[in-house]
């Protein structure tokens, strides 16, 4: 009898087993019956063989419910055209970093009306969020299993979904960084979402990286920049130093020769930061200036930073009013 955690059924396999092998071993008790009596489907459950998971859902096994056991439960028990969503979806298409709880499903809103969170699960279960969407094109629905939305929707709805501005801001520019996905998808998805939460935001935070800001420090420095009135920047402007490699300047205004460094956590490693000094050495005997600041002084004393940034952009020959 079928068990879950069992590798490809083989050439006896009954349809049963098939359809437990594809849903990881996950099944509504719609399924089990169509191919069992309801008496034999009741026995495996009181034998201990299989489980009950919550109404209506079932597993061919007995064990705790492993990850993609998690993502079909959420599936299968948010009912027909049902699918994987927002953070959930885009991890699952390979985008790092993104809380892995709750998960979130995505229904058509033309289903009636109910909670927005699954209630009546396994301890070993994860929390359900259920989110219904009037828009839902074919175009932003990923073949898998369990189905999901691509990975520009996904992101863009986990934008909009997220607990706060820098979380969103946070979920976009890793698709970006990762190269999981590019500006110009995630503005096409968000074309066709006119009801979109944080829609603005996400238009604005998508155009700052399609200008090259690709970490979120460099997303907030471009907009501090923008705010202070101090001219754009180039970014991630490309160089080749003196040992023939290529390097990556975070911000850099050609006409004045400044350039601007942004340092995150990772450059407190050792190796990162004798780089750092070699790749800061490079252009300072280019001839150009360089300042650099760590990401939380950014984010936390903007007008400090702007400060500094406009004193060396003066030194270098800009002028405000031209």
Do not use: K
Not at 182 to 189: D, F, I, R
Not at 277 to 285: A, E, I, L, P, S
């Amino acid at each position: 009898m079928i068990t879950s955690g069992v590798g490809v059924p083989d050439e006896r396999a009954d349809a049963l087993e098939w359809m437990a092998f594809e849903q990881a071993g996950v099944l509504t008790t719609t399924q089990a019956r169509t191919m069992l009596t309801d008496g034999a489907v009741r026995g495996l459950v009181r034998s201990g063989r299989w489980r009950s998971i919550s109404r209506g859902l079932l597993l061919t096994g007995n064990g705790r419910l492993t990850r993609d056991q998690q993502l079909w439960v959420a599936v299968l028990a948010a009912g027909a055209g049902a699918v994987l969503a927002g953070a959930t979806a885009a991890t699952e298409a390979g985008v790092r970093g993104l809380r892995p709880e709750p998960l979130h499903v995505l229904v058509p809103a033309a289903r009636r009306a109910g909670r927005t969170s699954l209630r009546r699960l396994p301890i070993d279960m994860a929390a359900v969020v259920v989110h219904r969407t009037a828009v839902l094109p074919a175009e932003h629905l990923q073949v898998g299993r369990p189905p999901r939305t691509t990975t520009p929707r996904a992101l863009v709805d986990a934008a909009g979904w997220a607990s706060s501005v820098r979380q969103a801001q946070e979920v976009l520019a890793a698709g970006c960084q990762q190269r999981r996905v590019l500006p110009e998808e995630l503005a096409a998805v968000l074309d066709l979402l006119p009801r979109a939460p944080r829609r603005g935001l996400i238009r604005q935070t998508i155009a700052d990286i399609a200008g090259g800001a690709q970490a979120l420090s460099e997303i907030d420095f471009v907009r501090l920049c923008r705010r202070a009135g101090l001219p754009p920047p180039d970014l991630q402007e490309r160089r080749t130093d003196a040992a023939g490699r290529t390097r990556w300047l975070d911000a850099y205004w050609r006409a004045w020769r400044v350039h601007v460094e942004i340092d995150g956590a990772h450059h407190m490693d050792v190796r990162q930061w004798a780089d750092d000094m070699q790749r800061q050495n490079d252009v300072w005997t280019s001839g150009d200036r360089i300042l650099r600041f760590p990401a939380w002084l950014v984010r936390a004393h903007p007008d400090q930073v702007a400060d500094t940034v406009r004193r060396a952009l003066l030194a270098a020959g800009w002028r405000p009013d031209a």
